[in-house]
């Protein structure tokens, strides 16, 4: 059993992180979602919560009624981040070092644990020269990315930037689970 944050961006795709977490959770992790503002804007809370048994924390300065500073527990725990969809905004906060949501605050303050970003956009900002650069650069720094697939996009554009299937990214965080920590 290993600690997960799930981290679920404002993207069309964020309803298939509902799936994500249904499945780490089935093969017995601990998985604590972590919605941008936007995230909740294509999926409910109450999705997450139900299929995780786990609180999902979508505000860094929430009423303070613990005992810790709950974005560093949070990346403390993590045996491994993985975001979710990862819309170009995600992508390019973190490879600024923006931290001003609980989601940028968690990544931003987990260290010598793997960090998984799965993107999903548009095929033109995907590809968008700054989009690509913020990806090199997170790469440069340790963080795993799981190309997105060409398919039919949710604007009607036919071209790269749909989320990676969920066997890929399953397998990618077992991968990453097992090379870093050992098997279960």
């Known amino acids: ?11 069309i795709a964020a309803y298939k992180g509902a799936d994500i977490a249904n499945t ?22 109450i999705t997450f919560q139900t299929l995780t048994k786990k609180r ?14 709950r974005h560093i527990s949070l990346a403390q725990q993590a045996d491994l981040a993985l975001i979710a969809p990862a819309t170009a905004n ?14 940028t605050a968690v990544i931003m303050a ?9 993107p999903a956009m ?31 996009l949710a604007c009607g554009d036919l071209g790269k930037g749909a989320l990676a299937d969920l066997n890929t990214i399953i397998d990618t965080v077992q991968s990453l689970l097992e090379q870093d920590y050992g098997k279960n």
């Open 56 to 69: 999902v924390y979508t505000e860094l300065f929430d009423e303070f009624i613990y005992e810790d500073v």
């Open 24 to 45: 780490l959770t089935k093969e017995g992790h601990v998985v604590q979602v972590i919605m941008t503002a936007s995230a909740q804007r294509f999926i409910n809370v």
């Open 122 to 152: 548009n095929t033109a900002m995907y590809e968008n020269p700054i989009t690509q650069d913020n990806i090199k650069k997170l790469t440069e720094y340790g963080y795993h990315f799981v190309e997105p697939r060409e398919s039919r």
């Open 1 to 11: 059993m290993k600690n997960i944050i799930l981290g679920i961006t404002g993207s």
């Open 90 to 103: 995600i992508i390019g906060k973190l490879a600024s070092g923006i931290a001003d949501d609980m989601l």
């Open 110 to 118: 987990i260290q010598k644990k793997p960090v998984v970003i799965c």
